[in-house]
């Protein structure tokens, strides 16, 4: 079974780690505040956003561009981590530059990306109900299928790279 990473035990964040753990998933959890992190039992809880990368599909599911570029961009960010052997999957709300940005960087090393925004709010999240609309290539969303159906139930592919975000900020 493949291992997961979140960065981002914030309300969805939480709700995702609840149904994956559910599902049987290993999971590896970051959490700025590490507190949110230690609350989520069977998780394994990691000291920087880089040692999420011991798992195979990482996920980010922070507040805003800056979290996000925090997470993934910094010292010991997702970044100085990932490798082509992983899959990156961004569910923040984020701008669209930023979205180009890290698809961008993930073609220049090889690595699997979605832009996967959700919706479903607090109560979506814990009952893994929640939408997600995605950017990306389709059969990177189908090797993580199993994943999204863990924590969702519906799932609308919006185009390329960026078209997820679009959606979300379109539906906002």
Request: proline share 4%; hydrophobic share 40%.
């Amino acid at each position: 079974m493949q291992t997961v990473g979140i960065a981002g035990i914030g309300t969805i964040g939480s709700g995702m780690c609840k149904n994956l753990l559910k599902h049987k998933f290993p999971l590896f959890v970051y959490n700025k505040t590490r507190a949110k992190a230690e609350a989520i039992p069977g998780a394994h809880v990691v000291n920087t956003p880089a040692e999420l990368c011991q798992a195979d599909i990482i996920i980010t599911c922070v507040s805003n561009d800056v979290a996000l570029r925090d997470v993934l961009f910094s010292e010991h960010g997702i970044f100085s981590a990932l490798t082509p052997k992983q899959v990156l999957i961004d569910c923040t709300t984020t701008s669209v530059p930023l979205t180009q940005e890290i698809a961008d960087r993930c073609k220049a090393k090889n690595i699997a990306f979605l832009d996967a925004p959700t919706t479903g709010s607090k109560s979506g999240a814990e009952s893994g109900t929640m939408l997600f609309m995605y950017g990306g290539d389709q059969a990177v969303f189908e090797q993580c299928r199993h994943i999204f159906e863990a924590i969702g139930k519906k799932f609308v592919h919006c185009g390329p790279h960026t078209y997820g975000q679009r959606m979300k900020i379109a539906l906002n």
